[in-house]
């Protein structure tokens, strides 16, 4: 008797009240720590990150190319980026997408006169074709008027991106800088892009004669805001 007596006593049952009590504070107390994403500020005041999204700046946002046939020949020009939008968690990189003008396409060549350079231009959009050069030789731009850029990932100073032109995909990983700086977000980079698995006639190369190198180098400063 004395046993039972013990085992069912108001102070034991007082306490596993309280244990249960403490049970139940403890994992709701876990469960709200573990919700979301949070970062320490210098205070060590936890505050939680939001993903923003920012949009691009086309007037003040450039895209420059160079192609060659050699290093000793070959053409610069720029590209317009017409629209896009970059998300960003803090510093890391959600999400981006971009639309480039493929008619925009532009040829900057120091010390050739406009004529020339507004027939390579239409060379390369295939808006003036002729036997020699068809309209599908490079960009077909009548038929293909925008390229679009999706960025994958960004992992020290290496952009993950897949570019749709001409209907098809060609997947590339290029050094570039992607900073967020206040109310304005940044993509910078030099790099270079190869077609050659795209089998874009101008770019296939003759045995005997060489051809257009299909690794084509990009300079891009693109400026997004708020």
């Known amino acids: 008797m004395v046993f039972n007596s013990y085992i069912w006593s108001p102070k034991l049952i007082k306490m596993k009240k309280a244990s249960v009590f403490f049970l139940a504070a403890?994992?709701?107390f876990v469960a709200s720590c573990s919700s979301g994403e949070e970062t320490t500020d210098e205070n060590g005041t936890d505050e939680k990150v939001e993903a923003v999204t920012y949009k691009l700046d086309a007037a003040a946002s450039t895209l420059?190319?160079?192609?060659?046939?050699?290093?000793?020949?070959?053409?610069?020009?720029?590209?317009?980026?017409s629209e896009g939008s970059l998300t960003m968690m803090g510093d890391a990189l959600e999400s981006g997408s971009f639309t480039i003008d493929m008619n925009s396409i532009e040829v900057t060549d120091e010390g050739m006169?406009?004529?020339?350079?507004?027939?390579?231009?239409?060379?390369?959009?295939?808006?003036?074709?002729?036997?020699?050069?068809?309209?599908?030789m490079f960009w077909n731009t009548p038929d293909f008027p925008t390229?679009?850029?999706?960025?994958?990932?960004?992992?020290?100073?290496q952009l993950s991106m897949t570019l749709n032109v001409i209907g098809k995909e060609v997947k590339s990983t290029v050094p570039a800088t992607v900073k967020v700086d206040g109310d304005r977000a940044m993509i910078m980079g030099d790099f270079a892009i190869s077609f050659a698995e795209m089998g874009i006639p101008g770019f296939i190369q003759d045995p005997e004669n060489g051809g257009i190198n299909p690794s084509v180098e990009f300079s891009l400063n693109a400026v997004l805001t708020k």
């Open 64 to 81: 420059s190319w160079h192609g060659e046939m050699s290093p000793e020949y070959g053409h610069d020009g720029m590209v317009k980026i």
């Open 147 to 157: 390229a679009t850029v999706t960025l994958n990932s960004y992992e020290d100073g």
């Open 26 to 28: 403890t994992v709701l």
């Open 113 to 136: 006169d406009d004529m020339k350079k507004g027939y390579l231009a239409a060379h390369l959009m295939g808006t003036a074709p002729d036997e020699d050069h068809p309209q599908n």
